[in-house]
């Protein structure tokens, strides 16, 4: 079955950065376009960034452009999400997910502050 494993998250002050994985199994990941969702205290879970098969297009939420960078490495089948210039607003549960199915992972949570 599909299995979606995030890591990466912790206690990072403002300004800092993380990188986020996600390892993937039990679908064929080169097959699909991927995404990272986070959901903040209280908030709507929202879409981050999303990333193609090959990753030759990439989207962003408008809060995180220029800051974030979603990539993928098809050899590992693994998505990463570089953060950099994280700020309190980051702090949330971040998801990967096969894009346009209902597979999460279980989350790993970024909490930026001071």
């Known amino acids: 079955q599909v299995q979606l494993v995030e890591s990466g998250g912790g206690l990072v002050q403002p300004g800092g950065s993380l990188r986020l994985s996600c390892a993937a199994s039990?679908?064929?990941?080169?097959?699909?376009?991927m995404s990272w969702y986070r959901q903040a205290p209280g908030k709507e879970r929202e879409l981050v960034a999303a990333?193609?098969?090959?990753?030759?297009?990439?989207s962003y939420a408008d809060s995180v452009k220029g800051r974030f960078t979603i990539s993928r490495d098809n050899t590992k089948n693994t998505v990463y999400l570089q953060m950099n210039s994280l700020q309190p607003d980051d702090t949330a549960v971040y998801y990967c997910?096969?894009?346009?199915?209902?597979?999460w992972g279980q989350g790993t949570r970024v909490t930026v502050s001071s």
């Open positions: 990333i193609s098969t090959l990753g030759r297009s990439r």
């Open positions: 997910r096969v894009r346009y199915t209902d597979s």
């Open positions: 039990g679908f064929t990941f080169t097959s699909a376009a």
